[in-house]
Nanobody
Framework: QVQVAESGGGLVQVGDSLRLSCTTSRRTYGFSEVAWFRQAPGKEREFVVATKRGGGGICYSDSVKDRFSISRDNAKNAVYLQMNSLKPEDTAVYYC???????????????????WGQGTQVTVSS
């Protein structure tokens, strides 16, 4: 059973930065893709960013492209989401997700990911 866990959420002010961590019970290089999604109250789960294995590339949603960045530390089985210049609309529960696939296309659909964490709350206050 693969376990995924997020941490690092919290309450911040507009313009602040926050780094979320995602750790997995399986080595992260074993996943073809690790991604972050978020879900605000009353809204559908939304793709944020994904990193593909072995330098396969990083895909960002347009809403975070210039403010968020993703990185991997395979030695620690961890993936990080660095969030800068936070806005109130970034308030959501952030989920880490992983999948194994031979596809080279960056996958943004939640249904395509098999492994999920429980989520961590990020609240940006104005």
């Amino acid at each position: 059973q693969v376990q995924v866990a997020e941490s690092g959420g919290g309450l911040v002010q507009v313009g602040d930065s926050l780094r979320l961590s995602c750790t997995t019970s399986r080595r992260t290089y074993g996943f073809s893709e690790v991604a972050w999604f978020r879900q605000a109250p009353g809204k559908e789960r939304e793709f944020v960013v994904a990193t593909k294995r072995g330098g396969g590339g990083i895909c960002y949603s347009d809403s975070v492209k210039d403010r968020f960045s993703i990185s991997r530390d395979n030695a620690k089985n961890a993936v990080y989401l660095q969030m800068n210049s936070l806005k109130p609309e970034d308030t959501a529960v952030y989920y880490c997700a992983a999948r194994v696939s031979r596809s080279v296309v960056c996958q943004t659909a939640p249904d395509e990911y098999s492994y999920w964490g429980q989520g961590t709350q990020v609240t940006v206050s104005s």
